[in-house]
């Protein structure tokens, strides 16, 4: 399958708390994207600090690690066909208000500050987030399901 790539998708702490986990599985899992790895994190400050490296020098840098680390994540490692543009089409816009119905966060959220779901914005950051969240030996490696047959 051409252009076949992995995506890094976060549920954040208020999408957890919020009981959205399986909605936002489901709709990846509707879209014909395959699950090859998944953790349920309280995720250290240390490994926040580095995933959000390029907001650092940004005022709400300190809130947004705060609030990253008030609760437990689910990160997500996602394949298939242009996952990455794909899964970022999916979430919605950064800001819940400029999201479409129909979008995971058009859909479940109001707030900027508490937008519920983070995707991998290309795919070189989805490799730097992978590797962040992800050992080599925690992400599958089976065959891919997404056979033409399938779709």
Request: proline content about 5%.
């Amino acid at each position: 399958m051409s252009n076949t790539e992995r995506t890094f998708i976060a549920i954040k702490p208020d999408g957890v708390q919020r009981g959205l986990v399986g909605d936002i599985i489901k709709r990846f899992e509707q879209k014909g994207f395959k699950l090859v790895a998944m953790k349920f994190i309280q995720a250290p400050g240390d490994l926040l600090k580095a995933h959000y490296a390029d907001l650092k020098d940004r005022a709400f840098f300190p809130e947004l690690i705060s609030y990253m680390s008030s609760g437990p994540v689910v990160a997500m490692v996602w394949e298939g066909l242009n996952a990455v543009k794909t899964g970022r089409v999916m979430l919605g816009e950064t800001n819940p208000a400029d999201s479409k119905p129909g979008t995971i966060r058009g859909d479940y959220c109001i707030q900027v500050g508490k937008n519920i779901i983070h995707g991998s914005d290309s795919v070189e950051s989805a490799n730097n987030e992978i590797s962040l969240w992800f050992k080599p030996d925690e992400v599958s490696s089976y065959p891919s399901c997404a056979n033409d047959w399938l779709y």
